[in-house]
Nanobody
């Protein structure tokens, strides 16, 4: 069973930065496609960024140029570096792992962008 634990969320002012981390266990991490999703109050969960097992990346248009997804296979960890944060980035951020129909989610970490 996939186990994912996110960390790094918090309160930040507009224009600030945060780095989210997601530590994975019970999987062969390097073979999984990893992603970050977010869900704001009253809205559906949406894709933020994904990174393949081969490190190809893809981003939502709303975060391109501001967010960077990366992975460290030696540490079984995926990261989301978020710069120039905006109030509309406020949401619960979830880590996702996926491979061959097997999928898992973390518990989520809250990111609040407010002055």
């Amino acid at each position: 069973q996939v186990q994912l634990v996110e960390s790094g969320g918090g309160l930040v002012q507009p224009g600030g930065s945060l780095r989210l981390s997601c530590a994975a266990s019970r999987i062969m991490f390097s073979t999984y496609h990893m992603g970050w999703y977010r869900q704001a109050p009253g809205k559906q969960r949406e894709l933020v960024a994904v990174i393949s097992s081969g490190t190809a990346t893809n981003y939502a248009d709303s975060v391109k140029g501001r967010f960077t997804i990366s992975r460290d296979n030696a540490k079984n960890t995926v990261y989301l570096q978020m710069n120039n944060l905006k109030p509309e980035d406020t949401a619960v951020y979830y880590c996702n792992a996926k491979r061959n129909g097997v999928e898992g989610w973390g518990q989520g970490t809250q990111v609040t962008v407010s002055s």
